[in-house]
């Protein structure tokens, strides 16, 4: 479900670093049949979970046309028609539009009246409590990857399906892409469907097979902003990549003992599931038995008065 937040993100807007779309090329905008109101952007659909709640979006305006561009707000009411707001001008810079909640599931629409405004991201509800890109966030590791260049590797279910959700915040211009990468039964690669990712909740589904699966999601921009993930059901854990340059855990992959070097007077060791569950705890000491733990990733905190956050891969 899309959290409201009372206070809207900020954004450090470079036109040199930072990608930038017009209206009319953006794959977040559908282009309508109306001469006047030639784009729109869907807020909320009715199927969505959190349709009925409200609605904050935020489009950064980085180029007006000559003579500037309006926008207006289209939304469902309990009938099931459409009201339609008063034409407002878009502005330089940030453009906040809000609308209020309601009592029953509902569409919110925003329409344009200029495919050749330019703008560099567009959000919904995003915040900056627990909103974080896929490029600062613990949960994705940078691959290799030129096009996919993010994965999440999802808990192992031993064959069994799982349904990855992700609800995203907050998306670049330009848009981006998710798609799905599993191991199969001879331990080779497979891959498929690259689809768009949207703002709101985003399902990415595994079906069962009959051999023990490792299942990752790719994502193509690491500038997606999202607030949580859940798995079969399961938040999970969403933790902001933290400065580890320092620490180094070794072996990884490892059997048994997991060392923890470049820090030092360690005060406690934690050991978390991909899931968020606390599974082992030391206490003043640089290594952990984790022979125990299932096979698979897990997140380990490191606290010395300061807290560093790492994975690795029991065997």
Request: aromatic share 6%; net charge negative; with cysteine.
């Amino acid at each position: 479900m899309i959290k409201l937040y009372t206070t809207l993100f900020l954004l450090a807007i470079s036109s040199a670093l930072t990608a930038q779309s017009t209206v009319a090329t953006s794959p977040l905008f559908d282009t309508t049949t109306n001469s006047t109101w030639t784009h729109v952007f869907t807020v909320v659909k009715n199927s969505d979970s959190s349709s009925s709640e409200a609605q904050t979006t935020v489009i950064n305006v980085t180029t007006l046309p000559t003579g500037g561009a309006n926008y207006r707000v289209l939304k469902s009411v309990a009938t099931g028609s459409q009201n339609t707001g008063n034409s407002q001008p878009l502005s330089m810079g940030q453009n906040t539009i809000s609308v209020t909640g309601t009592s029953f599931s509902r569409y919110v629409k925003i329409q344009v009246d200029s495919g050749d405004i330019e703008f560099d991201v567009i959000s919904v509800n995003d915040g900056t409590t627990d909103a974080q890109d896929v490029d600062n966030s613990s949960l994705f590791t940078d691959v290799s990857n030129t096009t996919w260049p993010y994965e999440y590797t999802l808990p192992p279910l031993n064959g069994q399906s799982q349904t990855v959700v992700i609800n995203i915040t907050s998306l670049p211009a330009d848009g981006a892409q998710v798609r799905r990468k599993w191991t199969k039964a001879d331990n080779s690669l497979a891959y498929c469907c690259a689809n768009a990712l949207g703002l709101g909740e985003n399902t990415v589904s595994f079906g069962t097979v009959a051999w023990n699966r490792s299942s990752l999601v790719m994502v193509t921009n690491g500038d997606v902003k999202f607030d949580n993930i859940t798995v079969n059901g399961s938040s999970v854990l969403s933790l902001d990549k933290m400065d580890n340059s320092s620490m180094t855990l070794y072996p990884n992959p490892v059997t048994d003992m997991l060392s923890v070097s470049g820090i030092d007077n360690v005060a406690s060791i934690k050991v978390y599931s991909i899931v968020g569950a606390l599974i082992k705890e030391v206490n003043n000491t640089n290594t952990i038995d984790v022979s125990s733990l299932s096979t698979g990733l897990h997140i380990i905190e490191v606290n010395n008065g300061q807290k560093r956050m790492g994975k690795f891969i029991k065997k």
